[in-house]
């Protein structure tokens, strides 16, 4: 069976070609998945039964089934997905006040780039998703949205898996969110922990894409206990390709720090911060740690990071604290694969 999210449309146009459709069939096919996003190729009411038929029997809309789900008290919802070969994935569609609504999806199936405090990462690596599974994420959610009136507005790769370590397949994605569903450049966040050759790509690219980096630590050697990435990319390296990405491209780089009580919510952590990225064109994510079961260390309090706060502002660094969704169904991806896998066993 052929994932028709697969396709480019020229590739869809030679497929229904092959099997005698007319090539104004492939227009017809496209704007109902796109533009109105039909989830069964019945709900296609212009196209003729044998038309539907064919695609019923040598195609689907999407490889993903929905293997667990969760639904927080603040509106966030929580999936995990199993794919074609059975590997799992997971995916969360997040509310908020002003009604915009954000899809964090994965590029991979596990990660292989260990940091100690991510519940993905204590997991491993199975293997990279195609651009087609990245955007099949987001496309489900767009398309529920679309039934209830709604519209997904913004798409962070901040799911399972290193967004770079898949770089093709998370670009191609990428265009896709923007071509087919029209998803501006700048409602795309793609999240790294900082493999630098990808970030100087990533510049050179010509997107408007935002570019979040996951920074922690701002001593290498602490930075590598947490992040073992950081002995092949350190600090400095590291550094060194946001400074080329902010001249390069003129756009803002937002630093990840999840805050972790006792291990980087000091002030004098929050004052070698700042010298660090002082000068640089970026803000501070600040993100309250979500304990994993792997992980012994928890959020800061919110004293500290008010404290830390006030700190990066003395040296000109604005900083913003996220907000944590989810809380109470364990939202952290990598945590509700962990629980079915346990179930299972």
Same mark, same amino acid.
């Given at each position: 069976m052929i994932n028709l999210y697969a396709l480019s449309f020229p590739e869809l146009s030679a497929l229904l070609a092959e099997h005698g459709e007319q &090539?104004? @069939?492939?227009?017809?096919? *496209?704007? *109902?998945?796109?533009?109105?996003?039909? #989830?069964?190729?019945?709900?296609?009411?212009?196209? &003729?039964?044998?038309?539907?038929?064919?695609?019923?029997a040598t195609a689907t809309l999407g490889d993903m089934v929905v293997a667990a789900r969760q639904r927080s008290r603040d509106g966030t919802e929580k999936r995990l997905y199993r794919l074609r070969d059975g590997q799992l994935i997971e995916s969360v569609l997040m509310p908020y006040e002003d009604r915009r609504w954000t899809a964090c999806i994965s590029s991979q199936a596990g990660c292989a780039l260990g940091c100690v405090f991510c519940a993905t990462g204590q997991m491993g690596f199975s293997r990279q998703l195609s651009a087609a599974e990245i955007f099949e994420q987001a496309m489900?959610?767009? @398309?529920?949205?679309?039934?209830? #009136?709604? @519209?997904?507005?913004?798409?962070?790769?901040?799911?399972m898996g290193e967004p770079f370590h898949n770089y093709e397949a998370t670009l191609a994605a990428t265009r896709?969110?923007?071509?087919?569903?029209?998803?501006?450049?700048?409602?795309?966040?793609?999240?790294?922990?900082g493999l630098a050759p990808q970030i100087r790509r990533f510049a050179d690219e010509g997107l408007q894409v935002k570019l979040a980096v996951s920074l922690h630590k701002t001593e290498d050697a602490q930075r590598s206990a947490l992040m073992p990435v950081n002995r092949r990319y350190n600090i400095k390296t590291l550094l060194d390709a946001c400074h080329y990405y902010a001249q390069r491209t003129n756009r803002r780089i937002s630093f990840e720090w999840a805050a972790i009580a006792g291990e980087n919510d000091s002030p004098e952590e929050a004052r070698r911060l700042g010298r660090l990225l002082a000068g640089l064109l970026c803000h501070v994510n600040i993100i309250p740690l979500n304990s994993t079961r792997g992980y012994v260390g928890t959020g800061a309090a919110s004293a500290s990071i008010a404290e830390f706060r006030q700190i990066l502002a003395g040296y000109g660094i604005r900083s913003t604290v996220r907000v944590r969704r989810g809380?109470?169904?364990?939202? #952290?991806c990598g945590q509700l694969k962990s629980a079915l896998i346990a179930q299972e066993l």
């Open positions: &090539p104004f @069939r492939a227009r017809q096919l *496209w704007d *109902w998945m796109y533009r109105q996003r039909a #989830g069964c190729f019945a709900d296609m009411k212009n196209l &003729p039964r044998a038309t539907i038929n064919k695609l019923m489900r959610f767009a @398309r529920e949205l679309s039934v209830r #009136g709604e @519209r997904l507005s913004n798409v962070v790769f901040m799911g896709q969110l923007m071509e087919r569903l029209g998803i501006g450049a700048r409602h795309i966040t793609i999240s790294t922990v809380i109470d169904i364990d939202a #952290g």
